[in-house]
């Protein structure tokens, strides 16, 4: 007997030996026990999911000689005819080849004969997308009133194709991509029993790339079998696919997380003294970037992301310490680079390029994570018992590494207002009541002064550019300014923030050892202040200036 092909040796024969399509087989077996069969069936789904595997299992169920029944015997002469492809009541047409009007005229005149032999004549159609709409129009009329000894099936990998008026008659079934836990272990169980060796890796590999058909993972295990004979090496597989090795992908993210900029050359060598695929590599490491990130978020990833246990076990190790932000943005960054690659004359550099600017990416802090770090300094802040006189400019919060991103704290006058009398006492306690409504907000204040007050006007000054100005500008706070406002003066006042230049600041006589430049004993013993050190740790700051608080505008 001559050589038969896996996908064919393998081929199921009974409902139970059908994979990952429980959903399909679990409802024919149970019209057919409770006598309730479609005269019209569709199995829709892409290549290699068992599309007219199912649909010979049912013709089989239907005219085996002890049904119609859910267990087809396999055994009787109506079921091994089927089986072999040779039943004159089971009918197979390649709609593809079969397109025309007068293909289904044909057709209709073959319906009106009853089976030979059989309980019912079946008719399975596959690709049944590929007829034209004059043949789907022909065919209506026998398809929803055939005969009652006619059965039709139809498979198509493209259910949109096909009329409404054709899909409104049939029982739809969609059959899913199988997954590759299910894939891997029927491979395994196919390896085991032709006494081929091969690791669970291997079959891995070959599972990823048939994409969720069996008959391709069969095809491709049939070729690496072919190639290798019946012990399969891992890089045999390699070699006979092409396929970018799962360990280099690993390797190249190991390489990009841990900032190794040589290493990450040594990879892009590799690829090319290897011969791997430029545009392959690029697709591998994207899909094992998204598998970083699912696998970093999901309790359980293997139910997402196409990989064994094991190897979302070795993720999950490598990215521990890194963070959900850092892993998306460099996913953003290698997805950006998508066009360069596959357009350059030289893949390589661009490669090297992509790769580097990944490694020396500056990593980001989570809003939410400087925020509560604020939040937290602002409160500690407002309890102390010395008034900050530095005004805090934020640097991009950017930084190397995982770690917390840190704030750059630049000081900068302060102004105080020339209060006199009781304006000075009604700002002093205005920041008082403020402090008990939004210590947040009373924290922004205290940087800044009163301008103006009347009976109908309040105005606020600020250091021009300055983040407190940004701040007390925002929509939200100036809402929350003008309630507290309100809720103090016991009148609704039009509210004024307004800016000045440090130009227009007059420093009073002191004693300038202590306060210019930052220099002398009080201004040193200010730096050393544990929450200014810990507001430079946040945001990755420098002090740029210390001046006293007791400055007086014009």
Not at 142 to 160: K, M, N, Q
């Amino acid at each position: 007997m001559s050589y038969q092909v896996l996908a064919r040796k393998w081929r199921p024969q009974r409902f139970e030996d059908v994979i990952g399509q429980k959903h399909v087989v679990k409802t024919l077996q149970n019209a057919i026990v409770n006598n309730r069969i479609a005269h019209s069936f569709l199995f829709a789904g892409q290549r290699g999911v068992g599309k007219t595997s199912i649909a010979r299992i049912l013709a089989k169920a239907l005219n085996c000689q002890e049904g119609p029944t859910a267990h087809p015997c396999g055994n009787c002469n109506s079921c091994k005819e089927i089986t072999s492809g040779n039943s004159m009541d089971v009918l197979e047409i390649d709609g593809a080849s079969n397109t025309g009007v007068d293909d289904v005229r044909e057709l209709r005149e073959s319906v009106k004969y009853v089976p030979s032999k059989s309980r019912y004549k079946i008719y399975i159609i596959d690709e049944v997308h590929m007829l034209s709409n004059s043949a789907f129009n022909a065919l209506l009329k026998t398809l929803e009133e055939p005969p009652a000894h006619v059965i039709f099936v139809f498979a198509t990998t493209e259910s949109h194709k096909i009329p409404a008026t054709v899909l409104s008659r049939c029982q739809r079934f969609d059959l899913r991509r199988i997954s590759l836990e299910a894939i891997v272990k029927q491979l395994s169980e196919i390896t085991s029993e032709e006494g081929i060796a091969i690791s669970e890796q291997g079959l891995g590999w070959i599972a990823r790339e048939a994409e969720g058909s069996m008959r391709d993972a069969q095809s491709i295990l049939d070729r690496v079998i072919s190639y290798a004979g019946e012990k399969i090496s891992d890089e045999d597989i390699v070699e006979v696919l092409g396929i970018v090795d799962k360990d280099l992908l690993v390797r190249t993210s190991k390489a990009i997380l841990d900032k190794d900029a040589k290493g990450c050359l040594d990879i892009v060598n590799d690829l090319f003294r290897f011969g791997y695929d430029t545009r392959q590599f690029y697709q591998a490491f994207l899909e094992h970037l998204r598998n970083l990130i699912i696998v970093k978020i999901s309790k359980k990833p293997a139910q997402l992301v196409e990989l064994t246990q094991n190897e979302c076990d070795v993720l999950k190790e490598q990215i521990k310490d890194s963070k959900v932000e850092t892993l998306q943005r460099l996913f953003d960054v290698w997805l950006k680079a998508e066009e360069e690659i596959n357009r350059s004359s030289l893949p390589q550099a661009v490669l090297e390029v992509a790769l580097l600017k990944m490694v020396y990416i500056k990593r980001l802090l989570p809003l939410d994570d400087a925020l509560a770090k604020l939040d937290d300094l602002g409160k500690r802040l407002l309890d102390g018992k010395t008034k900050r006189v530095k005004e805090v400019e934020y640097k991009e919060t950017q930084y190397g590494g995982d770690d917390p991103p840190q704030i750059r704290e630049d000081a900068a006058p302060i102004p105080d207002c020339d209060f006199t009398g009781d304006q000075k006492q009604v700002w002093n306690e205005f920041l008082a009541f403020a402090k008990q409504e939004k210590p947040m907000l009373a924290a922004v204040l205290e940087h800044g002064c009163l301008l103006h007050l009347d009976e109908g006007k309040i105005e606020l000054g600020f250091v021009f550019n300055s983040v407190f100005l940004e701040s007390a500008k925002d929509n939200d706070n100036k809402k929350q300014l003008k309630i507290i406002c309100e809720k103090f003066f016991g009148r609704k006042l039009h509210l004024k923030i307004s800016s000045f230049k440090e130009g227009d600041k007059i420093q009073p006589p002191v004693e300038s050892s202590k306060v210019e430049n930052g220099s002398g004993s009080n201004a040193k013993e200010d730096l050393d202040e544990a929450l200014i050190n810990e507001a430079l740790s946040i945001f990755n700051g420098k002090i740029v200036e210390v001046k006293n608080e007791n400055l007086i505008t014009k």
